[in-house]
């Protein structure tokens, strides 16, 4: 008999942790910080201010994508032409930023920044020609990838178009970055 009992036990017991009527789970998703864990694991939260500067820098930026392919046309502020100095002040002007109009001009506004520090909104300043002795060229900063700075602007050659700072020509004219932002 007691045999029996034992495995009536035993066959009660497997069968009642065998698959029955299947029941709904629900679980909760929470964050759990192991400690010792590095604080670069999760991307800090930005503040609002840094929200806010980083939609206009996008909104400055959409902007001035929208002016690629215009063609070249000094002092031109149209997509019927356009220097480059004209991108960046309309890029700015129809996002609410009044600046002045000229590239050495817009070269003494703002924070200089290093190159290292550079974000999607800032400036890039250029001396172009020769013999010159102060900025003549204006380029806006649209993205960052490590050590690549890509930039729009407006070249006599090819009109308005994205470059990167990498490219020989124009890491030799570079004179300086600016946040404006």
Not at 98 to 116: H, L, N, T
């Amino acid at each position: 008999m007691l045999h029996k009992t034992i495995i009536l036990l035993l066959v009660f017991t497997v069968t009642a942790c065998g698959p029955g009527k299947k029941r709904k789970s629900y679980s909760k998703t929470r964050t759990i910080t192991v400690a010792g864990s590095s604080e670069n694991d999760t991307p800090p939260k930005k503040s609002r201010k840094e929200e806010r500067k980083n939609a206009k820098a996008e909104a400055i930026i959409s902007t001035a994508i929208s002016f690629s392919g215009t063609r070249y046309k000094y002092g031109g502020t149209t997509t019927s032409g356009m220097d480059c100095s004209g991108l960046v002040y309309v890029s700015l002007k129809e996002n609410d930023i009044v600046f002045p109009r000229a590239s050495y001009m817009m070269a003494q506004e703002g924070q200089k920044i290093k190159v290292q520090q550079v974000e999607k909104g800032d400036l890039l300043f250029f001396k172009t020609s020769k013999g010159g002795k102060r900025i003549n060229h204006v380029g806006l900063v649209v993205d960052v990838k490590g050590n690549d700075i890509q930039f729009i602007h407006a070249t006599t050659s090819r009109g308005v178009l994205v470059s990167s700072l990498r490219e020989g020509y124009w890491n030799h004219a570079f004179v300086k970055a600016m946040r404006i932002l």
